[in-house]
Structure formats: C-alpha cells, structure tokens
C-alpha cells in the first residue's frame, strides 16, 4: 500500500540486540496495529494504538515494545527478551472507533537472526 | 472463544478452472467478515468485505465471497481462475467495538496449475 512505508525491507539482528522497525502513513489513519506472520499460523497482532501517546498489548506483546509519539509513525522495537524473533512483521493502519473500516497493511519488513 | 478457520492448508487449481476457498467463522453474533491476499514478500491486499444486508459480495479481480449464516460461512468464489491469482489468501473478521482488531485465519496457499 502506497500511504504506509515499513523500513528497512530485510533486518538482521545479533543475540542479545534490540532492533527497531519502522512505520510510517500518510493515510492521516488514527490507529496502527503491527502484526508477526509465521508460516501456517496467519497473523498475529502484537500491539495496536488508536490514538497518539496511547497503545494496547495484543495477543503477542511480550518481547516487543512500542511508542506513538506522532499519528503518522508507530515504530516497533523487538528486544532481546524476544527468543523467537524470527518472521514476518508487517504494520497496518485503520480508522479509529470504526469497526467496518478495514485495515491497509504496508509491505513488511522481513527479520532474522544471524 | 471467537475464530476463523481456513480447513485448506493448500489448494491446486488449473489455469481456468473454478475456485472456491473455505472459511468457518465460530462467533455469536455476525461479525464484519474479510477477505485479504499476499503475494510472496508483500503485504495484505483487501479482496472484498461484508458487513451486512447482500449476502454475495462483489470483490476486485473477480472475486466474489457468499455469507451463510446457517453455516457460518464465508467462501470465496471465482469462476475462472488465472495464473497470476497464485498466491496465499486469508480470512478475517472484526469483533465489534474495542480497537478495530483483525483476527485472520491461518490462510490457504493457492497454486495454479498453467
């Protein structure tokens, strides 16, 4: 989707490292929401924000942290305490408050372990 | 608890054939009712959505997607499937109020057959 760029593309991270994934929207959206999609097991929501300086926990939080400093970003920290960080991570924005708007997702950032 | 269920880990078609995908929803009342598809490496791109009234819903790519309510069901049709639909396909729905969240089924990996 054009209006949300996730960077980088490719990510690798040592043991014991933290690593930052970006999102970004220019779909003026008020809520974001980051998934993780492992092979045969779909998507699955790690934290979602509806509104600046305001975040929830989803099914899959631990490991992972976020902040909303500004409506268009919603960067995605996955930290050391995250074992199995290796997947998918993709990021999606929605309108808040709306349950029939369907959600945009950006192109994801692929993360491994070296 | 509420769930979506893709029963087809992996379907194989040829190139002009039918296809249908299955999808069960278990959930009280009618949920607002999704389907996505992902190209490998790329995000989720929206196919169509229900949320109520018609029960055949028209999508993009010649999709369409029939509601059962006495089936909880929500498959999705094409009459003649090409080569570029390869892809994997997911289906989704919103629990109504408390942040707009997406719960997806685990997905069916669809492969064309020229």
């Known amino acids: 989707d054009g209006g949300i760029t996730q960077s980088p593309k490719y990510l690798f991270r040592k043991e014991g490292q933290n690593v930052t994934l970006s999102c970004e929207q220019n779909?003026?959206?008020?809520?974001m929401y980051w998934y993780r999609q492992d092979p045969g097991q779909g998507l699955r929501l790690i934290y979602y924000?509806?509104?600046?300086?305001?975040?929830q926990k989803g099914d899959i939080a631990e490991g992972y942290s976020v902040s909303r400093e500004k409506k268009e970003s919603f960067p995605l920290t996955v930290t050391s305490a995250q074992k199995n960080p290796t997947a998918f991570y993709l990021c999606?924005?929605?309108?808040?408050?709306?349950?029939?708007?369907?959600?945009?997702f950006g192109d994801g950032t692929r993360l491994s372990i070296l | 608890a509420q769930s979506v269920t893709q029963p087809d880990i992996h379907i194989t078609v040829s190139e002009g054939a039918s296809l249908e995908l299955r999808c069960n929803y278990s959930?009280?009342?009618?949920?607002?009712l999704f389907w996505y598809v992902q190209s490998p490496g790329q995000g989720l791109q929206l196919l169509l959505k229900?949320?109520?009234?018609?029960?055949l819903v028209q999508g993009i790519k010649g999709f369409e997607a029939e509601f059962k309510r006495s089936q909880s069901s929500f498959n999705l049709r094409k009459p003649s499937v090409h080569w570029s639909d390869a892809a994997e396909y997911f289906c989704?729905?919103?629990?109504?109020?408390?942040?707009?969240?997406?719960?997806f089924g685990t997905g069916t990996q669809l492969k064309v057959e020229l």
């Open positions: 989704a729905y919103i629990l109504t109020g408390g942040g707009n969240k997406l719960t």
């Open positions: 924000s509806q509104i600046v300086n305001d975040f």
């Open positions: 779909l003026n959206h008020d809520a």
């Open positions: 229900y949320f109520s009234g018609d029960t």
């Open positions: 959930y009280g009342a009618t949920p607002y």
């Open positions: 999606a924005t929605g309108q808040r408050g709306l349950s029939n708007q369907p959600q945009h």
